[in-house]
């Protein structure tokens, strides 16, 4: 199985709202990553996770509060967004940390809109 | 600040031909790059990549190539197939901070018959 996987496929979210996306593997890798895509632009990196620990925080908003609750799932928590946030965000996973170094897997994402 | 560009938002080939795509960087850190593709609707997908101590990476019909001095990379796709039409990204790290990967902004290439 090499295939990352992410649910939802697209969310509608109110700027009140909470919600949370999931991203899913079972290749057994120990690294995964939040990426933000703005439509024309390219991936921007939000945080990393290396052995289920934060590792890396690209001075992301708290509004956005990512959890590893073990080495398979990667949630991304969502709360109070601005019209802004909406987006494609990306998953990926890496068999080991340094993951620039190393090929990442990427799910299809999670289209965002925020009202 | 964008540190990796992709100076040619598009670009278009017949089929049986090569298509060039090419990529700049600033950092003079990055030593390490990677080419990823992405279809509509999918993640993207890793296609290859090159150390800075090589100048050149073959695999099948792609091949990279690294110019350090020009800070410039170029992927080549030979021969160029139809399902080859998506969008390419080029994509650099460094030793400072191996988990980070930079993307350059895409080039959307197209293959006609």
């Known amino acids: 199985d090499t295939e990352v996987t992410q649910t939802p496929k697209h969310l509608v979210m109110g700027m009140t709202n909470k919600k949370s996306l999931k991203c899913e593997q079972h290749?057994?890798?120990?690294?995964m990553y939040w990426y933000k895509q703005k439509a024309k632009k390219p991936p921007e990196l939000m945080f990393v996770y290396s052995y289920e620990k934060l590792s890396i925080n690209e001075s992301v908003p708290s509004r956005f509060s990512p959890e590893c609750p073990n080495s398979s799932l990667l949630n991304l928590h969502l709360h109070a967004l601005q019209p802004e946030d909406s987006a494609l965000y990306l998953c990926?996973?890496?068999?080991?940390?340094?993951?620039?170094?190393?090929?990442?897997?990427f799910g299809p994402g999670t289209r965002l809109t925020v009202l | 600040d964008q540190q990796v560009k992709q100076n040619s938002p598009s670009l278009s080939v017949q089929e049986g031909r090569i298509s060039i795509l090419n990529c700049d960087y600033t950092n003079s850190m990055f030593d390490y790059f990677l080419w990823y593709k992405k279809y509509p609707a999918e993640g993207p997908t890793f296609l290859i990549s090159?150390?800075?101590?090589?100048d050149k990476n073959e695999d099948g019909r792609f091949t990279v190539f690294l110019n350090k001095s020009a800070k410039h990379l170029s992927l080549h796709i030979v021969p160029s197939q139809p399902g080859d039409s998506a969008v390419y990204f080029c994509?650099?790290?460094?030793?400072?901070?191996?988990?980070?990967?930079?993307f350059g902004t895409g080039t959307r290439l197209q293959v006609f018959p």
């Open positions: 090159i150390s800075s101590i090589k």
């Open positions: 994509a650099a790290s460094a030793k400072e901070n191996t988990d980070k990967l930079i």
């Open positions: 290749m057994g890798h120990r690294a």
């Open positions: 990926a996973s890496s068999q080991a940390p340094g993951g620039g170094y190393n090929e990442q897997f």
